[in-house]
């Protein structure tokens, strides 16, 4: 099992910055790869950006250069640095995990879930 408990969301301007962050206990962490997804009112959950254990990095078209997903295994936590805000960001953010190198696009890809964190954008 995987516990994933997210922190950072809040409220602020558009071409403002946040960071997430996403504190992993349980299984060893280093070898799950980890995304976040986000769901905003009345929409179906997307998939936002994923790192797999050796870093490789994947982002949903719609944040490509604006977000940075990173992680740091001896902290057990992965992050999502935001820059650059839209409205349109504005969503619960979910962080999410699997084990292997794998990476997917599709909530079902993923065995784990966090409770969420609300990102407000305002313009």
């Known amino acids: 099992q995987v516990q994933l408990v997210e922190s950072g969301g809040g409220l602020v301007q558009a071409g403002g910055s946040l960071r997430l962050s996403c504190a992993a206990s349980?299984?060893?962490?280093?070898?799950?790869?980890m995304a976040w997804f986000r769901q905003a009112p009345g929409k179906e959950r997307e998939f936002v950006a994923a790192?797999?254990?050796?870093?490789?990095?994947y982002y949903a078209s719609s944040v490509k250069g604006r977000f940075t997903i990173s992680r740091d295994n001896a902290k057990n936590t992965v992050y999502l640095q935001m820059n650059s805000l839209k409205p349109e960001d504005t969503a619960v953010y979910y962080c999410?995990?699997?084990?292997?190198?794998?990476?997917?696009?599709?909530?079902?890809?993923?065995?784990?879930w966090g409770q969420g964190t609300q990102v407000t954008v305002s313009s």
């Open positions: 349980g299984r060893t962490f280093s070898m799950n790869t």
């Open positions: 999410t995990a699997r084990s292997g190198s794998y990476y997917g696009r599709l909530q079902n890809d993923y065995d784990y």
């Open positions: 790192i797999t254990w050796t870093h490789n990095t």
